[in-house]
Nanobody
């Protein structure tokens, strides 16, 4: 079983920055893709950014140039640096990780989410 724990959310003014962290723990053999998603009230969950174990990244158009995803494979940790935050970035941000467990079972896990609120 693989657990994900997010941290780093909070309240920030427009134009400010936050850094989210996601730590994967449990019986992990290898984590392939890690990603950040978000869900605003009344809206569907959407992809924000994703990164492979090799470092290839993918961003939603609405965060390109403002957000940066990175990861530390040795620590099974992913980060999301969010700059130039806008009120429309307000949402619960979820971490997702997919890979293989120590018994070579595949996993696709989600964290509990961390609230990001951008408001003056």
């Amino acid at each position: 079983q693989v657990q994900l724990e997010e941290s780093g959310g909070g309240l920030v003014q427009p134009g400010g920055s936050l850094r989210l962290s996601c730590v994967a723990s449990g019986s992990i053999f290898m984590t392939n893709a890690m990603g950040w998603y978000r869900q605003a009230p009344g809206k569907q969950r959407e992809l924000v950014a994703a990164i492979t174990s090799g470092g290839s990244t993918n961003y939603a158009d609405f965060v390109k140039g403002r957000f940066t995803i990175s990861r530390d494979n040795a620590k099974n940790t992913a980060y999301l640096q969010m700059n130039s935050l806008k009120p429309e970035d307000t949402a619960v941000y979820y971490c997702n990780a997919a890979g293989w467990g120590t018994r070579l079972n595949s996993f696709d896990s989600w964290g509990q989410g961390t609230q990001v609120t951008v408001s003056s």
